[in-house]
């Protein structure tokens, strides 16, 4: 008997149902996408045909940008083994991004709020248990004043610091020459 769909007959059923979970998923989710970047949502599907009885069953949810040069973020994931699911908001994508690439996160938060309402309501249906969960507190200072959390490098602060003492210097230079 050949196996439904295309599969290898070794594939174990955990690894089935892993693969059907990304299936609907990805279904359900092919026609939404989030500006900047042109973002598309993907469960991945298992790497191999087994996930050693459900123990590597999880399953990356992902926003894979339609742009060159943008990263893919993970947003949260889903395993069907423990029958649950986790998405993450907007606010912790955005911490981890920030943490990551030294600058805020260039995503619409109106969009990306909209997306994972609607995969809430998916894996829902799927029948897994999905809870939404904000940033991790150990991601440290999060202030919007620090330098790096703005995007800008140690060099840049720098720069800008030697610059604003030249001008200093400048400035007391021409009104005692002035005198």
Not at 97 to 112: E, K
Not at 121 to 136: D, I, M, Y
């Amino acid at each position: 008997m050949k196996p439904r769909g295309g599969r290898s007959s070794l594939q174990t059923f955990h690894a089935i149902q892993a693969s059907d979970l990304a299936s609907a998923m990805n279904e359900a989710l092919q026609k939404v996408r989030i500006p900047p970047g042109d973002y598309a949502p993907e469960l991945m599907a298992p790497q191999g045909p087994s996930t050693a009885g459900g123990v590597q069953a999880m399953q990356h949810l992902r926003l894979v940008a339609g742009q060159a040069g943008l990263p893919t973020l993970v947003v949260g994931y889903a395993n069907h083994a423990e029958g649950k699911a986790e998405l993450r908001t907007y606010d912790y994508v955005g911490a981890v991004y920030r943490q990551r690439y030294h600058r805020a996160l260039d995503l619409d938060r109106a969009a990306y709020d909209g997306f994972i309402a609607f995969a809430k309501q998916v894996f829902t249906a799927l029948h897994l248990e999905t809870s939404f969960v904000g940033p991790p507190a150990d991601l440290g200072d999060d202030t919007p004043t620090s330098p790096h959390r703005r995007g800008l490098s140690t060099t840049q602060v720098v720069v800008f610091g030697v610059a604003l003492l030249a001008a200093c210097v400048l400035g007391a230079w021409a009104i005692f020459v002035r005198k």
